[in-house]
Nanobody, 122 residues
Framework: QVQLVESGGGLMQAGGSLRLSCAAS????????MGWFRQAPGKEREFVAT????????VYADSVKGRFTISRDNAKNTVYLQMNSLKPEDTAVYYC???????????????WGQGTQVTVSS
């Protein structure tokens, strides 16, 4: 399995921007589709965005479409989540995940990071 470490979370005012990074190690990064998920207190983990192995195909949750951008740099073994126009409802722990397919289903991902907290104040 691939090991994943997220970074870049923090406290931001509504309307601001943050960029999350997820560094991978242990396996060939370009062999994996990557996804971002989030979990708010008292809620189930939800899909945010996914990107295929080459980086040419992406899918977003409706709640973040037009505001968030997922990208990857296979040379740096890193996937990113650029978050713009942040809203208080974006507050959650954000997780990156690696799997064979770029899906919206958490169970299809085999490796997960430890998560990074994003808090958006109103």
């Amino acid at each position: 399995q691939v090991q994943l470490v997220e970074s870049g979370g923090g406290l931001m005012q509504a309307g601001g921007s943050l960029r999350l990074s997820c560094a991978a190690s242990g396996r060939t990064f370009s062999n994996y589709a990557m996804g971002w998920f989030r979990q708010a207190p008292g809620k189930e983990r939800e899909f945010v965005a996914t990107i295929n192995r080459s980086g040419f195909n992406t899918v977003y949750a409706d709640s973040v479409k037009g505001r968030f951008t997922i990208s990857r740099d296979n040379a740096k073994n890193t996937v990113y989540l650029q978050m713009n126009s942040l809203k208080p409802e974006d507050t959650a722990v954000y997780y990156c995940a690696a799997g064979m397919l770029a899906t919206m289903i958490p169970e299809t991902y085999s490796s997960w990071g430890q998560g990074t907290q994003v808090t958006v104040s109103s």
